[in-house]
């Protein structure tokens, strides 16, 4: 069982149960074919990417039939053996559901009581059923239907396990007599020679669960009625249960005593054949119970069906072709053959790729259009580049053409933007996540040599969208290391990928029709000829007023439904979501925003059905305060770290700006000590930046006598006498490009004359020997995180003026006075407010001349 704290959602799907009863603790199998439990499954299937786990659902037995129907008396209890009676195979529960195939089940048909239970596993079965084992969490009882359609949803109240206190007499009194009943059933079953692993575990749990659970258990491992089970489970209150459990055990123990007496005299007469029946019988109902059932017990009709699944798959011509030849192996073989399963395995791999299947494609212009505004604000370049993609594919109809590649940094909606273009034009969408794909199997799958062989992620997202046109993003690092980039050169490329190997299917596959858009979050690590095949669309990083307004739109109104609430249910002001963006979150992207969102909403859910359960719902309040932010988000996280700052001598914010469009700002510290002319550089730097460094270290020296820095032209002692140390803070990231020309030349100057730099200016641009300032990239995300982090004054290179006009969203400019630059002597005069600070001398000239 796992240990972990599972919070139990206030509104849970409700799975209604039949003829079994779910105790907390307990693990249950059950056969899914309702049609609208069959869809909660499917949606459950669809999004857990094998994280099951994570699922609640709440488990609610049908109420039993009328007393004068007949009794299903084949029920099987739900755990974890059954030790006292024989369990008819050929009436499995399988059965009972299928007789109710499409009958929906009406609240009105449910218990009250329930329990809460995890997905441990959930699988498809043939028939589109599932077949899901469930492990009980909680007793629960449901208080209202909130939905019907197309599945149950209750509000239920949980009533967690409590800890016997040492002061209830009466109870502790219930305890020892529980126990001891309960060794005495024990006792009872040791000599009907059950597994000793059996018993020894039935011992464990007597010593050592805590009262409820042992009267759940005991309950459950005894052949009781479905009526008895709904009594124990009805029984939130734990004095009552273990009443009721005691009660129930000790009329077991006599029936067991009495049929042990009929059974030691008939045991005599029973043939081995018979005994072995009887064993297997026994076996079989333990192995179900556990939810290990194999649910093959007739290799004839899974071969019939294996066929007809083929059949129907509309394999291509080698596919079927090996199809054919495996299927007659496979009749061959006998199904204990360990053999038997790999092939099996397959043929259901070769049934489930859609070989003919498709959606048909929506190439409409306009909706896409639609789409994309409706999914997201902003943005406006790369939705027009999208679109631009869009109509191309609509004309030329068809996929050959350079590959979507949308970069960015974390959380600007790439992931999303895939989605909406796959929304747009009516395909699947598939998410195939490249982090740590370290090995070519990974992507093309084993061979079937290999035990536990699988197909790779391609096949396997096909598998899991059905359609043989869907669209896949491709996340994440695409890895230069060795194998995997060529696995996806295949992949991705229009002349090859209509015959895609898979190592584990070893037929080829045709990818052709399947719209492959990557994304990454830095430019770098896409290998060359990947890069080379793919069409690069920058998702630059947001300004504020794009948050707020990205917040306001999109994210506030998801995470209100998100949390069971009503638009209009929580309200914050754009002054607020401002406070919640800088003070919270310091990010590009909006995830972590949107993650603070999504507290704030839950603690007004909590506070809305507080009110609820109160009846005062007219004391809610939906509006957020100032205070109430810091009440739930705590002090702010980040401070604005430009304003904390003092001036010093030596110390320049520089302007950062990563590949993947993340700008940053940057503090350069510069400072100097006794020593020999040293230069020692510090923070994780590469070799372009270290020789920036180089430069504005000469240039200055070069300077000195002009900038004041030394009394004569050629006095050299000043610079012999001392070393300089500069360092990049963030020492762990690494930093490289010349771009920091600018701001080392004026941290050093600044260090050597003493003259301070206000931390509200930010500068940045290329230095040559000669003090000329060349542009830089990114100038966009970097003046949009200086505007972030409240810098007022940025000095830029006068060839990135037209970047500027441009590109910057004009808030930010209204808010930025900027200064272009051509010399060095320029930056120097912005960046010490307008002081002159060297003289001009011809001098200059002549120094320059002796360079
Ligand atoms: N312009 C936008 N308009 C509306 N919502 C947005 C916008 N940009 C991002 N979001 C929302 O922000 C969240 C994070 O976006 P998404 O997962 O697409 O990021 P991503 O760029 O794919 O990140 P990563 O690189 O980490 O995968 C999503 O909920 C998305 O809907």
Request: net charge neutral.
């Amino acid at each position: 069982m796992n240990d972990s704290i599972i919070i139990i959602p206030k509104v849970l799907p409700i799975v209604p149960i039949r003829n079994k009863v779910l105790l907390p603790g307990l693990a249950l199998r059950l056969h899914i074919g309702r049609k609208e439990t069959v869809q909660l499954m499917q949606r459950i299937y669809k999004s857990a990417d094998n994280k099951e786990s994570k699922y609640i659902i709440g488990c609610v037995p049908v109420q039993p039939p009328h007393k004068s129907e007949p009794k299903d008396t084949n029920n099987s209890s739900n755990i974890p053996f059954t030790l006292t009676r024989n369990v008819n195979r050929n009436s499995t529960p399988k059965k009972t559901i299928e007789e109710t195939f499409n009958q929906a089940t009406q609240p009105s048909d449910l218990h009250e009581f329930g329990c809460a239970a995890r997905i441990i596993k959930l699988e498809r079965t043939v028939g589109g059923g599932f077949i899901v084992v469930v492990e009980g969490v909680v007793r629960i009882r449901v208080d209202r239907y909130v939905l019907e359609r197309p599945y149950l949803e209750a509000e239920v109240t949980t009533f967690p396990e409590i800890s016997v206190s040492n002061d209830d007499q009466e109870l502790q009194e219930l305890v020892i007599l529980l126990k001891s009943t309960g060794r005495e059933l024990l006792a009872l079953l040791q000599d009907l020679k059950l597994p000793t692993s059996v018993l020894t575990q039935l011992q464990k749990f007597i010593e050592n669960a805590s009262s409820g659970t042992l009267a759940d258990l005991l309950i459950s491992t005894i052949d009781s009625s479905y009526e008895e089970k709904l009594q124990i489970l009805d029984a939130h209150d734990l004095k009552s249960r273990m009443s009721t459990a005691i009660e129930l055990l000790t009329k077991q123990i006599h029936v067991l005593k009495i049929s042990q007496k009929i059974h030691s005299t008939v045991e005599g007469k029973l043939s081995r054949k018979h005994r072995e029946f009887y064993l297997r019988q026994q076996l079989n109902a333990i192995k179900e119970e556990l939810g290990e059932q194999n649910d093959s017990p007739n290799e004839e009709d899974e071969i019939t069906d294996l066929t007809k699944r083929i059949q129907e798959a509309g394999l291509s011509v080698e596919a079927d072709k090996a199809a054919q030849r495996e299927l007659k192996r496979l009749k061959r073989m006998h199904p204990t053959q360990a053999e038997y399963q790999v092939v099996r395995t397959y043929l259901e791999w070769l049934s489930e790729i859609p070989w003919s299947k498709s959606t048909t494609d929506i190439l409409d212009i306009h909706k896409a259009r639609q789409q994309l505004e409706d999914d997201h604000y902003g943005l406006d370049s790369v939705k027009k580049r999208v679109l631009e993609y869009l109509a191309v594919l609509k004309l030329k109809e068809d996929l050959k053409g350079p590959i979507l590649c949308l970069l960015g940094p974390p959380g600007v909606g790439k992931t999303s933007l895939g989605k909406s273009i796959a929304n747009a034009l009516g395909r699947k969408f598939h998410r195939i996540s490249l982090g740590g794909v370290r090995d070519e199997a990974e992507i093309r799958g084993h061979r079937r040599t290999y035990i536990g062989a699988m197909p790779g992620l391609i096949a396997q997202g096909l598998r899991r969208v059905g359609v043989k046109n869907p669209v896949f993003l491709l996340v994440g690092h695409l890895s230069n290391h060795g194998d995997p980039s060529a696995a996806l050169l295949e992949v991705l490329d229009p002349e090859q990928n209509n015959t895609f190997n898979d190592h584990y299917l070893n037929v080829p596959l045709d990818l052709s029709k399947v719209l492959f858009i990557a994304t990454a979050n830095q430019v770098d690590t896409i290998p060359p000829p990947l890069l080379d095949r793919m069409e690069l669309i920058t998702v630059p990083g947001y300004t504020f007023d794009e948050k707020i307004n990205i917040a306001q739109r999109h994210l506030l109104p998801k995470q209100i439904i998100n949390h069971g609430l009503s638009i209009g249910d929580v309200k914050i002001s754009d002054k607020l979501l401002l406070k919640i963006a800088s003070g919270y979150t310091r990010e590009a992207g909006v995830r972590s925003l949107e993650r603070e969102i999504a507290s704030v909403c839950r603690a007004k859910a909590v506070e809305y059905a507080d009110a609820k359960d109160k009846d005062e719902l007219y004391g809610y309040c939906g509006v957020i305060s100032e205070e109430g932010v810091e009440n739930i988000l705590g002090v702010t996280k980040y401070d604005n770290e430009v304003a904390e700052r003092t001036a010093r001598p030596g110390v320049i914010t520089g302007l950062s700006w990563s590949a993947s469009g993340s700008g940053g700002i940057l503090f350069i510290e510069a400072t100097q000590m006794a020593g020999k002319g040293n230069l020692q550089l510090t923070g994780k730097l590469g070799d372009v930046i270290k020789e920036s460094a180089t430069i504005a270290l000469s240039w200055v020296r070069s300077h000195a006598f002009q900038l004041g820095i030394t009394t004569s032209e050629t006095e050299s002692t000043f610079f012999f006498q001392r070393d300089v140390h500069i360092h990049f803070p963030a020492g762990a990231v690494g930093k490289d490009g010349p771009s920091a020309g600018v701001a080392l030349t004026t941290a050093l100057v600044s260090l050597f004359t003493h003259r301070r730099v206000p931390p509200t200016t930010a500068m940045t641009g290329e230095i040559t020997l000669r003090g000329q300032v060349l542009p830089v990239g990114g100038i966009k995300e970097k003046v949009i995180a200086a505007h972030r982090a409240g810098i007022k004054k940025v000095i830029l290179p006068t060839r990135n003026r037209k970047d500027v006009e441009g590109d910057v969203p004009t808030n930010v400019k209204n808010e930025i006075n900027f200064v272009y630059a051509n010399s060095i002597f320029d930056i120097l005069q912005a960046a010490f407010e307008g002081e002159k600070i060297w003289i001009d001398s011809a001098s200059v000239v002549e120094f320059e001349s002796r360079l």
